[in-house]
Every structure is written in C-alpha cells, then in structure tokens.
C-alpha cells in the first residue's frame, strides 16, 4: 500500500526523511514529493507550507497526483485541553473549522450547506495508535482538533473554540487534511504534539518546542508504519 506522509512544516517531516534515509524527488505544484520505502511500505512525504489552503493542494496531490491509499499526518499543535502539556501527543477523532462563519444565515459556527461541522476521524487508525501508545507507554489523548487560518495566542480566542466546538488541540492544516481523504475515501490519521497551548507565551514557546514536539510526532508516526 502506498501512504502517504504530511506535515506542514518541513521541521515536520525532516525526522521522516532522516529515518527512511534514501528517497527520490519529485517537484509538483510548487512543491516537492519525496517517495520512499519503510517497514515495507511504499511512501510519498510532503509537508505542504502553513494554512488550510496549501494543505487542501497539498493532501489532494498527494492521492490524486502520486496515488496515496492511506495518509498519516505528522506535526504539533497548541494545547487546549488543560491535561495536554507541551510535547504531549494527540490524535483526532473529529476535525472542524473554528474560523468558518455563515452564521449571518442562521448556521453553527464550522457549518456550510453540502458539509458538516464536524469531520470524523478514521475508528481503525485511531485503534493502531492506541495499541503504538500501549506498547511504547505513552500516553496518547484523542481528542477533538479545531483548524483555522489563525496562530491562535490568546486566552479569550481559545476560550472561545474550546467553548464553541468543544476542541482539545488547534492548528491549521488538520481539517483541511480530513475534508480531502473523507471526500477521496482514504483513510486518514491526523497526528499532533503540544508545542504551545495557545496562550499570550504561544508564540515564543512555538518557536523553542516545534522541532523537538515535530519529532515526538514523526516518532509516533514511524511506530505506526510498523503495524499496519
Ligand atoms: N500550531 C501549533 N500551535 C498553534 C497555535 N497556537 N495556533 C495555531 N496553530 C498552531
């Protein structure tokens, strides 16, 4: 099975690449895939740049463009969730858009016709995870991420999507990801460890903890080839 493997930000697939060691290059769509093997899969790795829109690109490429039948995505998140401290890891069981707004039309926040709030995450994946984090005695939370093209650095604005969607974690590229696989039928699972939590400090803790939570992640991530 060919699988792909997506960051955002290249601290978050270095360790990916590190590990698999060799890999050929393919420049696509002002990007650059990297195909490889490991644990006996066949990958194609990108990470995409910040946001929901080059993910959107980034996550359809990769199924459409180099034929990915599953997708793994590997990076860090801000906190919410007073139980998850920096360099904790997360996995999704829902996905939504805390920076979506038509509730000029009477619509929940997160909402457009022909969508849904809330995307769920894959149920069988999400159980490999568990079983990585059983065997490795981490631990892992799943949880409800919230996405918006937003570094969220305040209490009031985490307050705010905690409240309104219930969220444990937020980034920017996770739902994105989901909407792309649910629509595609691939299997996804969307990976985060705390690198801030999103507070007044987020800025200069993002930029201390993102390569050392990336690589908590992409550890993760590597664990999971091995059992699928
Ligand atoms: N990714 C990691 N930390 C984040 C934050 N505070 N806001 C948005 N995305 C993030």
Redesign the pocket.
């Known amino acids: 099975m060919k699988i792909a493997i997506m960051g955002a930000m290249p601290e978050e697939i270095a360790p990916i690449l590190e590990k698999i060691g060799e890999y050929t290059t393919t420049k696509y769509a002002h990007n650059t895939y990297y195909e490889g093997k490991y644990a006996g899969h066949d990958l194609v790795i990108a990470y995409s740049k910040i946001g929901k829109v080059f993910s959107t690109l980034t996550a359809a490429s990769l199924i459409e463009k180099f034929g990915a039948q599953m997708l793994l995505f590997s990076g ?3 906190g919410i969730n007073p139980e998850l401290r920096i360099g904790d890891l997360i996995v999704a069981t829902a996905l939504c858009q805390h920076d979506l707004d038509i509730t000029a039309f009477g619509h929940p926040h997160g909402y457009v016709p022909e969508g849904s709030q809330f995307i769920q995450a894959e149920e069988k994946l999400i159980a490999v995870a568990n079983r990585v984090a059983k065997e490795m005695d981490i631990t892992l939370k799943e949880g409800i991420i919230a996405t ?1 093209d ?4 305040s209490q009031d604005r985490k307050n705010w999507i905690e409240t309104t969607f219930k969220a444990d974690a ?3 590229e996770g739902t994105s990801v989901a909407v792309v696989c649910e629509a595609l039928e691939v299997p996804f699972l969307i990976l985060r460890a705390i ?2 939590v ?1 507070d007044m400090d ?1 800025s200069f803790n ?1 930029d201390e903890f993102l390569e050392s939570s990336a690589q908590e992640s992409a550890v993760f991530i590597l664990k999971i080839l091995e059992k699928i």
């Open positions: 860090v998140a801000g918006g937003q570094f969220v650095h937020l980034e920017m690198s801030d999103a987020a993002f």
